[in-house]
């Protein structure tokens, strides 16, 4: 085999090899709901599956998942929302009963390398509020965002004149 085909065969196999890496997961408080960021980097357009768990009393308790069954507790108060490199756990009515270890879980379908894990511990006395800006951001398309700035860049326009 010539050399230079056997490397661009090695680095296509690794670069398939490794399709996402979760980068962040962080915790917020959106009124009464606990909201779960699990933001990731995907090298691939494969479907993606998660999980999303809790830890607690040394028991793992399946929140919401397309990899496994969800149980019944969290069922009626779990969802989830993906967007392009973030995954959004959405739960209701959270309590310092649902306090504990998160955890997302992350694979992407033909990923070789295994199912990536992040943990965060969830302290409700300890959460911050969502910000209201990052949620917009999240949920707006940046044309609309501009949009709606547009205003606010004229008038500061208007000002330094």
Avoid at 20 to 34: E, H, R, V, Y
Wanted: glycine share 4%.
């Amino acid at each position: 085999m010539n050399p230079t085909v056997g490397i661009a065969v090695i680095l296509t196999v690794l670069q398939a090899a490794h399709c996402q890496m979760i980068k962040d997961l962080s915790a917020c408080l959106l009124g009464q709901n606990l909201r779960v960021d699990c933001r990731y980097e995907n090298k691939t357009s494969n479907p993606l599956t998660y999980e999303f768990s809790i830890t607690k009393d040394n028991r793992k308790h399946v929140i919401h998942s397309t990899i496994s069954v969800s149980e019944n507790i969290y069922r009626s108060r779990a969802n989830v929302t993906m967007h392009k490199n973030l995954v959004c756990l959405y739960l209701q009515s959270f309590t310092t009963s649902d306090e504990g270890v998160y955890m997302c879980e992350l694979k992407a379908t033909n990923d070789y390398t295994g199912n990536q894990i992040r943990n965060i511990t969830v302290i409700k006395d300890k959460l911050e509020k969502c910000a209201g800006f990052s949620l917009l951001i999240q949920n707006t398309s940046w044309l609309l965002l501009l949009l709606l700035s547009l205003p606010l860049l004229q008038a500061v326009d208007f000002v330094s004149l």
